[in-house]
């Protein structure tokens, strides 16, 4: 539900409980708020990271694991699309390709994120990037 007060946007977010603990199983429960480092995204179990600068691929892996993180692994479509839409500037990812389910374009050793995709260039190239962590590790 959202709810338009002064040219400011809130979020009101419900969550359902369910009042006999045999019945938690069959309900989603919302995500405690804290799940995430400050300044991270939430989406599907997962907290994300966006930079704000530009780097090399090395720098940006480095970065991400000072974090207990790891450059951006895309594990399905859903995460895939949900990227495309949050990302600006073409991002650094760590490519994780299974059974040739996501197309890349490009023959550079790096991997990145564009528009349609996961494309590939030199990794000396500074891009932005983006660092995933699961939650499970980060508890």
């Not at 400011?8 to 006999?20: A, D, E, G, S, T």
């Not at 939430?42 to 993180?69: I, P, V």
Request: net charge positive; glycine share 4%; charged share 20%.
């Amino acid at each position: 539900m959202f709810k338009k007060t002064n040219n400011n946007i809130k979020i009101i977010v419900f969550c359902l409980f369910p009042v006999k603990p045999s019945l938690a199983k069959e309900f989603p429960v919302c995500p405690s708020l804290d799940l995430c480092p400050s300044g991270w995204l939430y989406f599907q179990r997962k907290c994300y990271y966006l930079s704000e600068s530009e780097a090399a691929w090395n720098f940006s892996q480095s970065s991400c694991s000072s974090h207990n993180a790891s450059l951006l692994v895309i594990e399905n479509h859903q995460e895939l699309s949900f990227m495309i839409k949050i990302t600006k500037q073409d991002p650094w990812i760590g490519l994780y390709k299974r059974n040739e389910e996501f197309e890349v374009k490009d023959s550079g050793s790096c991997a990145y994120l564009d528009s349609k995709g996961v494309s590939a260039s030199g990794c000396y190239l500074t891009r932005k990037w983006v660092c995933s962590l699961d939650i499970n590790s980060a508890q």
